[in-house]
Antibody, heavy 118, light 107 residues
Framework: QVQLVESGGGVVQPGRSLRLSCAAS????????MHWVRQAPGKGLEWVAL????????HYADSVKGRFTISRDNSKNTLYLQMNSLRPEDTAVYYC???????????WGQGTMVTVSS | EIVLTQSPATLSLSPGERATLSCRASQSVSSYLAWYQQKPGQAPRLLIY???NRATGIPTRFSGSGFGTDFTLTISSLEPEDFAVYYC?????????FGGGTKVEIK
């Protein structure tokens, strides 16, 4: 079955960088768009970014535009989120999710926690 | 940005009862609305997409309806495993956005 496994989370100081990864299995990864979605502790869900199946088309939430970069390596079945200039308000569980119909979150990973704190 | 407002914030019901959850959009999203279920410590799970289509493996007690700005998720008869938080989400406009969630708790 489809499995998405995030990694790369941890504790980082404000202003520093972190790269998250999402390893996919059980699907033809190169055929699907992929998302990052985050959830601050005790809060609701916030969409972060979307990348098309071939990496040519990307969209970002205003809150991360210019600081975060979504990318993918279809040869490695892996999705990435490069997060720069991190802020305390970026503290959240970050989920990767397989896209359905360009904007629905079909299958989710288990999430990786990012804490931005001095 | 399209704002989704979910009501009520909390719904207290007993197993076997019917649950009706509402999601209202600040502007029309056509039928481009999905519903997700999230249990504590777990990732969300897709229940309904495009307003009324059940995702694979979702029980028939879950149904969605609505168009434009007003949407409803109905759970016809609550099972113990249905007590969770439910989110609606639109894909009509960028940025994609979620409602604030409705918690369905045991009465």
């Amino acid at each position: 079955q489809v499995q998405l496994v995030e990694s790369g989370g941890g504790v980082v100081q404000p202003g520093r960088s972190l790269r998250l990864s999402c390893a996919a299995s059980g699907l033809t990864f190169s055929s699907y768009g992929m998302h990052w979605v985050r959830q601050a502790p005790g809060k609701g869900l916030e969409w972060v970014a979307l990348i098309s199946y071939d990496g040519t088309n990307k969209h970002y939430a205003d809150s991360v535009k210019g600081r975060f970069t979504i990318s993918r390596d279809n040869s490695k079945n892996t999705l990435y989120l490069q997060m720069n200039s991190l802020r305390p308000e970026d503290t959240a569980v970050y989920y990767c999710a397989k896209d359905y119909n360009w904007g629905t979150f079909h299958i989710w990973g288990q999430g990786t926690m990012v804490t931005v704190s001095s | 940005e399209i704002v989704l407002t979910q009501s009520p914030a909390t719904l207290s019901l007993s197993p076997g009862e019917r649950a009706t959850l509402s999601c209202r959009a600040s502007q029309s999203v056509s039928s481009y609305l999905a519903w997700y279920q999230q249990k504590p410590g777990q990732a969300p799970r897709l229940l309904i997409y495009d307003a009324s289509n059940r995702a694979t493996g979702i029980p028939t007690r879950f149904s969605g309806s609505g168009f434009g700005t007003d949407f409803t998720l109905t759970i016809s008869s609550l099972e113990p495993e249905d007590f969770a938080v439910y989110y609606c989400q639109q894909r009509s406009n960028w940025p994609l956005s979620f409602g604030g969630g409705t918690k369905v708790e045991i009465k």
